[in-house]
């Protein structure tokens, strides 16, 4: 027609544009060219267009007035509403601006709208062509990707190769969709210009698989011998071994695990099930491992005396004397990492490592694989530790080479007082080791039952630190509970050695002023002033401070200087059900 030019005519069939319904855009065609409604190929556009569209059939007003049917162009086919019952659409819109020029002329809207009646009814002709033209041209479409459909089938079959990946993964790919758009058939010969380089990326592809393979291999092999390595450390009674990275570099999970992807057998021989199964269930396997085992404690242990200040130590069974302890097994072998100077969860109370924390460590967020190589020389001894050690040694009158030195330590309990930060910090053997980070030199002394009852006038409560500052949601409402108290704070203790030995001094000061308060005149000296000077006497009963956990946290940071509190720092006036006393 001569509304159109040549650019505006290919725009009007092949431009695109955007979707009635979700105004994303689509290369369709128009679903009808009388009244120009464009849908993309969702179903979903289509049924929402028929429910609430811009449409309107014939045979409603004002359609069905004649006189305005005349003047509308309308949909020449019915695709747009999914119907395969004919039905002529009109534009909504379109009807009620003409019924609207009727009914304000009704008798000369005809006249007027003569020129407009002539070009719809030639428009609609080219519509109609139009859409028969499309038709076709669908229809060829169709018959065309059928076609390169079954060649590729054919070809892929021909050659032993995946018709997805020939699709997907090769070039061969590309050339088919861009036949079909172009609505061309692909031929051999198309096939054979780019036939060396769709072999070559096929050779590429089943190199990448098989690589994909080892990997996905290899890393489930790694994960067989994590688990075995888990179940170990598991077991009772629990036994001395080395890290995950460590434990892996040992020849008999060398050789089942691999040392890369590229060292696991293709195709594969062992799943990673029968990895597991060999670990334990395999005899000699099982054997070697044990004795791999062995050997590499012995090194460590001979590295680690070394460190502890016995380089030629030798082992206690070769020892005439069998009752003598090697240095790693004693009470006194604490280990710091020099490295990363840092504990796993389990020895976070100690704040240090012993023999078997030694050989299990390992430097978290240390990418480099030499890193976690582990060394004796990695590691010195905590001298603040081993120090204060063997001064409770010493007041139990014990050697640390002594194999009951262990369990005399056990036995002591809650009965050690640290002389250097206050009367009321008791704890056992085991706090003792973390508290003694706090000072340079640490003074100790082991008291007796009738004093540890005066001391403490709140009975302690193990592991309070750790199990209040859980994860389990309903310990917030514990840590809110004004429920706990300081242990530094003199009112916490109910009568200790120490206020023992300030009560003459005490005494004294108030005699010197009584003394003084006789010598000024009467009127300066009251009964107030004596009485006022009486209170500086300790009392066996004082009130005692009460905090929430946030709270005596604040209170030990800015009072008393301890970023870190500890069970030996602070107790809780009521008893705290932790979560798993409740289980049992």
Same mark, same amino acid.
């Given at each position: 027609?001569?509304?159109?030019?040549?650019?505006?005519?290919?725009?009007?069939?092949?431009?695109?544009?955007?979707?009635?319904?979700?105004?994303?855009?689509?290369?369709?065609?128009?679903?009808?060219?009388?009244?120009?409604?464009?849908?993309?190929?969702?179903?979903?556009?289509?049924?929402?267009?028929?429910?609430?569209?811009?449409?309107?059939?014939?045979?409603?007003?004002?359609?069905?007035?004649?006189?305005?049917?005349?003047?509308?162009?309308?949909?020449?086919?019915?695709?747009?509403?999914?119907?395969?019952?004919?039905?002529?659409?009109?534009?909504?819109?379109?009807?009620?601006?003409?019924?609207?020029?009727?009914?304000?002329?009704?008798?000369?809207?005809?006249?007027?709208?003569?020129?407009?009646?002539?070009?719809?009814?030639?428009?609609?002709?080219?519509?109609?062509?139009?859409?028969?033209?499309?038709?076709?041209?669908?229809?060829?479409?169709?018959?065309?990707?059928?076609?390169?459909?079954?060649?590729?089938?054919?070809?892929?079959?021909?050659?032993?190769?995946?018709?997805?990946?020939?699709?997907?993964?090769?070039?061969?790919?590309?050339?088919?969709?861009?036949?079909?758009?172009?609505?061309? %058939? @692909? =031929?051999? &010969?198309?096939?054979?210009?780019?036939?060396?380089? $769709?072999?070559?990326?096929?050779?590429?592809?089943?190199? /990448?698989?098989?690589?994909?393979?080892?990997?996905?291999?290899?890393?489930?092999?790694?994960?067989?011998?994590?688990?075995?390595?888990?179940?170990?450390?598991?077991?009772?009674?629990?036994?001395?071994?080395?890290?995950?990275?460590?434990?892996?570099?040992?020849?008999?999970?060398?050789?089942?695990?691999?040392?890369?992807?590229?060292?696991?057998?293709?195709?594969?021989?062992?799943?990673?099930?029968?990895?597991?199964?060999?670990?334990?269930?395999?005899?000699?396997?099982?054997?070697?491992?044990?004795?791999?085992?062995?050997?590499?404690?012995?090194?460590?242990?001979?590295?680690?005396?070394?460190?502890?200040?016995?380089?030629?130590?030798?082992?206690?069974?070769?020892?005439?004397?069998?009752?003598?302890?090697?240095?790693?097994? %004693? @009470? =006194?072998? &604490?280990?710091?990492?020099?490295?990363?100077?840092? $504990?796993?969860?389990?020895?976070?109370?100690?704040?240090? /490592?012993?023999?078997?924390?030694?050989?299990?460590?390992?430097?978290?967020?240390?990418?480099?694989?030499?890193?976690?190589?582990?060394?004796?020389?990695?590691?010195?001894?905590?001298?603040?530790?081993?120090?204060?050690?063997?001064?409770?040694?010493?007041?139990?009158?014990?050697?640390?080479?002594?194999?009951?030195?262990?369990?005399?330590?056990?036995?002591?309990?809650?009965?050690?007082?640290?002389?250097?930060?206050?009367?009321?910090?008791?704890?056992?053997?085991?706090?003792?080791?973390?508290?003694?980070?706090?000072?340079?030199?640490?003074?100790?002394?082991?008291?007796?039952?009738?004093?540890?009852?005066?001391?403490?006038?709140?009975?302690?409560?193990?592991?309070?630190?750790?199990?209040?500052?859980?994860?389990?949601?309903?310990?917030?409402?514990? &840590?809110?509970?004004?429920?706990?108290?300081?242990?530094?704070?003199?009112?916490?203790?109910?009568?200790?050695?120490?206020?023992?030995?300030?009560?003459?001094?005490?005494?004294?000061?108030?005699?010197?002023?009584?003394?003084?308060?006789?010598?000024?005149?009467?009127?300066?000296?009251?009964?107030?002033?004596?009485?006022?000077?009486?209170?500086?006497?300790?009392?066996?009963?004082?009130?005692?401070?009460?905090?929430?956990?946030?709270?005596?946290?604040?209170?030990?940071?800015?009072?008393?200087?301890?970023?870190?509190?500890?069970?030996?720092?602070?107790?809780?006036?009521?008893?705290?059900?932790?979560?798993?006393?409740?289980?049992?």
């Amino acid at each position: 027609m001569s509304i159109f030019t040549e650019v505006s005519y290919a725009a009007f069939l092949f431009g695109g544009g955007n979707c009635e319904i979700c105004k994303k855009h689509t290369e369709l065609p128009y679903a009808a060219f009388g009244t120009r409604i464009r849908l993309c190929h969702l179903d979903a556009c289509k049924a929402t267009f028929k429910r609430t569209g811009d449409h309107t059939p014939a045979n409603l007003y004002p359609i069905s007035d004649g006189r305005i049917k005349q003047c509308l162009a309308y949909a020449e086919n019915n695709q747009c509403l999914m119907q395969t019952r004919f039905s002529t659409l009109y534009r909504l819109s379109d009807a009620l601006r003409e019924a609207n020029e009727c009914l304000a002329d009704p008798d000369g809207y005809l006249e007027k709208k003569k020129k407009k009646i002539a070009f719809i009814t030639k428009y609609m002709e080219f519509c109609n062509s139009l859409d028969k033209w499309k038709q076709s041209r669908q229809n060829l479409y169709n018959k065309t990707v059928a076609a390169n459909e079954t060649f590729s089938n054919q070809l892929a079959q021909e050659k032993g190769w995946v018709h997805w990946d020939l699709m997907s993964s090769t070039p061969y790919g590309s050339m088919h969709r861009l036949k079909n758009s172009r609505i061309e %058939r @692909v =031929t051999r &010969r198309d096939y054979d210009s780019i036939a060396d380089e $769709v072999k070559r990326t096929f050779v590429h592809l089943a190199i /990448l698989r098989e690589r994909k393979a080892r990997e996905a291999a290899y890393a489930n092999t790694r994960y067989a011998v994590e688990q075995h390595h888990q179940r170990l450390r598991s077991q009772l009674p629990h036994i001395v071994l080395p890290s995950l990275d460590v434990f892996r570099r040992l020849p008999i999970v060398q050789l089942l695990q691999g040392t890369s992807p590229e060292t696991v057998d293709f195709p594969l021989k062992e799943s990673p099930h029968d990895v597991s199964t060999t670990l334990r269930k395999e005899k000699w396997v099982v054997e070697r491992l044990n004795e791999e085992l062995c050997q590499w404690r012995e090194k460590v242990r001979k590295g680690l005396a070394a460190v502890l200040g016995y380089p030629n130590w030798i082992t206690s069974n070769e020892n005439t004397n069998s009752e003598v302890l090697h240095p790693v097994d %004693r @009470v =006194t072998a &604490r280990f710091l990492c020099k490295t990363c100077s840092r $504990v796993a969860s389990r020895y976070r109370e100690d704040d240090c /490592l012993d023999y078997a924390g030694a050989c299990a460590h390992f430097c978290p967020g240390k990418k480099d694989k030499q890193v976690n190589v582990w060394a004796a020389g990695r590691f010195v001894k905590d001298e603040k530790a081993i120090a204060v050690l063997q001064k409770l040694l010493a007041l139990c009158e014990t050697d640390a080479s002594c194999p009951e030195a262990a369990a005399t330590l056990e036995s002591l309990g809650m009965a050690i007082q640290c002389t250097s930060c206050g009367p009321g910090i008791v704890m056992n053997s085991r706090s003792l080791v973390g508290h003694s980070h706090r000072h340079e030199k640490m003074m100790i002394r082991v008291l007796s039952k009738e004093e540890v009852s005066n001391v403490l006038l709140h009975p302690p409560q193990p592991f309070i630190v750790r199990n209040v500052t859980g994860s389990e949601p309903r310990l917030k409402s514990v &840590r809110l509970q004004l429920n706990f108290g300081c242990r530094h704070c003199p009112s916490s203790s109910q009568y200790s050695s120490a206020q023992v030995e300030t009560q003459p001094q005490l005494e004294r000061q108030l005699t010197l002023l009584e003394t003084e308060s006789s010598q000024q005149p009467k009127s300066m000296s009251s009964p107030e002033a004596s009485t006022s000077a009486k209170q500086g006497c300790p009392k066996t009963k004082q009130v005692v401070k009460r905090f929430s956990f946030p709270g005596i946290n604040s209170h030990l940071k800015e009072k008393h200087g301890i970023s870190d509190p500890r069970d030996e720092d602070i107790f809780s006036f009521d008893p705290i059900e932790l979560p798993s006393q409740k289980k049992k």
